[in-house]
């Protein structure tokens, strides 16, 4: 399929929410929405709608539901040799008859596998921020994990490392939990395995963004199992959704850098007095528009060639 960047001279289609006639919805989450096909296969939308502190927004960001699916489908065949992942062969085609809603799911939906999702978040961190940050500050480490002394905000690790936490549910917040919790929840041998996989995605990701003047701070991965209890990776993958990407050129340790994601929303809402429930609070046009230049950008830095404008931790 090929890739879809959005014009500034054209606004897209936005789709805050799907209602299709041909499938019956079973899920409706933060960004998604979840239809059944059969015993073994979903298809999944990426709407437009955006989250934050755990909170769906009432405003949509054009355009932003196609350049997550098509982001997400970049990094599945960039980390196919990794792992392998919950992408179905079948088409839209054949399980939707309705030319409107075709229209409409192009580029932002397809089908996949069903699997038994784990209940983790699988989150690698290469550089010092968010969760991580505060947690460094109170402990000196992060899930347990130990770090230097003498950190700073954004500051790159010395090796990636993995920190889980749990999957909340629907308006509560993920708690960072360390390994051995990990472990109780989906057993030793499969929890070594995640954070393997996860660790290696995470560093391949890193190489190739880095080529093209983007950090890949940090990112959190959900992995599931097949019948045959094999671990497959699923749901998004390496999106502005769920990293955070920094500019190489303007990161520098000891300040936030600014973002190709939606800490850039998130910024904007600590400057609100807002109790971070819902319902969220209405954003302003030119925080919708910023907001979507910079999805797209990360759409076409990511996919695009080397710039030379790499990293350097």
Known sequence: MPLW??????????????ALRSLPLIHRGKVRDVYAVDADHLLIVTTDRLSAFDVVLPDPIPGKGRVLHQISDFWFDQTAHIIRNHRSARRLAEVISDPAELALLEGRAAIFKRLDALPIEAVVRGYLSGSGWKDYQRSGAICGIALPPGLRLADALPEPIFTPATK?????????????????????????EVRERAIAIYRHAAAHARARGIIIADTKFEFGVDRDGALTLIDEVLTPDSSRFWPADTWRPGASPPSFDKQYVRDYLETLTWDKRAPGPALPAAVIASTAAKYAEALARLTGPPTGNAATP
């Open 5 to 18: 960047y959005p014009s500034l001279a054209t606004t897209p289609v936005t789709v805050h929410e799907t």
């Open 168 to 192: 909340a549910a629907a308006g509560a917040h993920d708690e960072n939990i360390a390994f051995p919790a990990m472990e109780a929840l989906i057993g030793s041998d499969r929890a070594r």
